[in-house]
């Protein structure tokens, strides 16, 4: 089924795409009457028009769209709810999140130049070549790895809290029990 267009909505309605353009965008300062107005609404509600996230980027020369890249991660409570609250800020800035799971091979460049996302918050490192290009492209890069060799990894750290917290409760006998997925493996060992 092809994708109903604002030619669509203005040939219903019998006006032009200009006025179409003027009354679907809100577009202040134009001269249009109700009765007008509201011929082009009920086309657009009736043929379901959507407008185009290509075209509004186009528009205004910007996006309202983040992309979140993620690991090969399994999704449970703890990344839901990290999910959930950059989703909560993103919205209260009229900004929306799409969330991507590296796995394959896909080229992270031949996503975001298909989506065309205002910002890029990367939770797996982006090489320095790919943040040059997505800079240059005008995108925002938020690489939360902070790619620092001299920084302390904290998982040995987490698996120490964890057994003197263990230990502080008159635990003497510990025992350790990993996973065998792989996803999570390298977290869980470094914490062992």
Do not use: K
């Not at 657009?44 to 910007?62: D, H, I, M, N, Q």
């Not at 070549?129 to 001299?150: L, S, W």
Request: aromatic share 4%; hydrophobic share 40%; glycine share 8%.
């Amino acid at each position: 089924m092809p994708r109903v267009t604002s030619a669509d909505v203005a040939r219903l309605s019998g006006v032009s795409r200009t006025t179409v353009s003027y009354v679907l965008n809100g577009t202040a300062g134009t001269s249009i009457s109700e009765a007008t107005r509201r011929r082009v609404l009920d086309a657009a509600a009736e043929l379901g028009y959507a407008p185009s996230a290509a075209a509004r980027t186009l528009r205004s020369g910007r996006s309202d769209l983040v992309l979140c890249v993620l690991p090969d991660w399994p999704v449970g409570p703890v990344v839901e709810t990290m999910l959930d609250h950059l989703a909560d800020e993103l919205a209260v800035r009229g900004l929306s999140v799409l969330v991507h799971h590296v796995r394959g091979e896909r080229p992270l460049a031949e996503l975001w130049r298909a989506v065309t996302p205002r910002t890029v918050v990367g939770l797996t490192p982006f090489s320095p070549d790919e943040v040059q290009a997505m800079r240059r492209a005008g995108i925002q890069v938020v690489d939360t790895d902070a790619g620092d060799p001299d920084a302390e990894d904290p998982q040995p750290r987490i698996g120490r809290i964890q057994v003197e917290r263990l230990t502080a409760g008159g635990r003497t006998r510990l025992g350790y029990a990993a996973t065998s997925d792989r996803r999570v493996a390298e977290f869980a060992d470094r914490r062992q």
